[in-house]
């Protein structure tokens, strides 16, 4: 069990390209003995966003803070406080902060599960990816 104020977990740069003023604090994953899923929470200044890209998982989003829009090949999307977000796997997408306050969210992906053939090597806390 794993029990701490979220602002406790480090809050680090996300360093892939494309990302800017972007930062991440891995609040669950394997490392705390989770077996499936990872709880990441994003930091999004205004004006940053995150890289677009697209992966072989999903992305479930809860929107704790702010505004933004999820941009997409079909379009972009807006989103505020209190919206919950699903993007498919595969699916191309990204984050934006479009509001003049600091956009916060939380982003559950599955774990790699040792066993079987991992869908995400991302989720362990280890890569910095969003």
């Known amino acids: 069990m794993k029990h701490r104020k979220y602002s406790d977990v480090k809050l680090e740069d996300v360093t892939m390209e494309g990302a800017s003023k972007t930062k991440i604090r891995w609040l669950i994953s394997d490392k705390d ?3 499936n899923f990872a709880m990441r929470m994003f930091e999004v200044e205004p004006g940053g966003h995150t890289p677009y890209h697209s992966h072989s998982w999903e992305h479930e989003n809860f929107i704790i ?3 933004g829009s999820l941009s997409t090949e079909d379009g972009d999307i807006p989103f505020k406080k209190g919206d919950v977000i699903y993007v498919e796997p595969h699916k191309k997408h ?3 902060n479009t509001s003049d306050q600091t956009l ?3 982003c559950m992906i599955p774990i790699e599960n040792k066993k079987k053939k991992s869908t995400n090597p991302f989720a ?3 890569a910095n990816n969003c």
């Open 94 to 96: 990204n984050y934006k």
């Open 33 to 35: 003995g989770a077996p």
């Open 65 to 67: 803070e702010g505004k």
């Open 124 to 126: 362990s806390g280890v």
């Open 104 to 106: 916060k969210f939380l």
